[in-house]
């Protein structure tokens, strides 16, 4: 699992007033006429990981009884969401993952790095990633996590179609693939030693085939992809969005143009930040 450069932005404030208020709003790519098909309803209620995991923290620091208490403290929540929703790409977990460290600057919590992490994990697999400050391989339901150094400043080309994906539904049709090969670690050593080519046999992704069942615009993508001239493209996460890496950030322009011209209304030239020295940035208002 590698950062990117697309993110949403999330900001608190404290409030006197008691409990977790979740306001959402559409930035970037998402807030366009092209990509405002993208901009589906995002939740702002318990059901929103970010409402979640400030209510998770409340809890774990001793400031509610219960989730759902009426007494917790007033927090404010501000989220512009840039990453697409139903695509795969972990936006919901980076928004928990970020709103526990604002959440715990807002309220003056001491609490550990780890510590969230741990919290993080109760609320999603994904979310402890977001800590590692980098390039990581995630293990066991994603809680264990492994530092990956060495990686080169690619590029990559992220697209998303219109119907998105339940990440759910898509691991319950998920069987085990025989044909893989490599493992992460092979994976992350080629890319490092800069086997670009060598890398990409190495890359697999074992949920791309029920996403391609469950979604017919996957498989389309895919093949739109392949025509642009990206080299292995792949479904990302559990999708429905999909990427390739880039050698070059002229080569990913060159890609994300074609597939514009094809019509795909999400499409987002990225860079990857397997490197990133802060790897959250929370802005904290009152």
């Not at 098909?37 to 774990?60: F, G, K, W």
Request: charged residues 20%.
């Amino acid at each position: 699992m590698v950062p990117v450069t697309l993110h949403d932005t999330l900001r608190v404030q404290v409030s006197d007033v008691p409990g977790i208020r979740l306001r959402v709003r559409f930035g970037g790519r998402l807030a366009t006429p092209a990509g405002s098909a993208l901009a589906h309803d995002v939740p702002t209620d318990a059901s929103n990981l970010v409402v979640r995991a400030a209510q998770s923290l409340a809890v774990e620091a001793g400031l509610a009884a219960s989730p759902d208490s009426p007494c917790t403290p007033g927090l404010d929540i501000d989220l512009v969401k840039r990453i697409p929703s139903g695509s795969g790409l972990g936006g919901g977990s980076s928004d928990a993952a970020a709103v526990l460290m604002a959440a715990t600057q807002a309220w003056r919590i001491d609490c550990s790095r780890d510590r969230l992490a741990e919290i993080g994990a109760r609320i999603g697999s994904d979310v402890p990633v977001f800590f590692a400050g980098g390039a990581a391989i995630a293990g066991g339901r994603g809680e264990r996590i492994e530092m990956v150094a060495g990686l080169p400043p690619l590029h990559a080309v992220i697209a998303r179609p219109l119907a998105g994906l339940s990440t759910a539904a898509v691991y319950a049709r998920c069987t085990p693939d025989a044909s893989r090969r490599g493992t992460a670690q092979q994976l992350a050593a080629a890319l490092a030693a800069g086997r670009f080519r060598g890398a990409l046999p190495l890359m697999h992704n074992s949920l791309e085939e029920p996403a391609r069942r469950m979604c017919a615009e996957v498989a389309r993508l895919l093949d739109h992809f392949a025509r642009a001239g990206a080299a292995h493209p792949l479904l990302t996460g559990s999708g429905s969005a999909c990427f390739a890496l880039m050698r070059s950030p002229t080569e990913a322009r060159r890609v994300a143009a074609r597939l514009e011209m094809a019509g795909w209304p999400g499409v987002f030239a990225v860079r990857l930040a397997p490197t990133a020295r802060e790897p959250l940035a929370a802005s904290v208002c009152g």
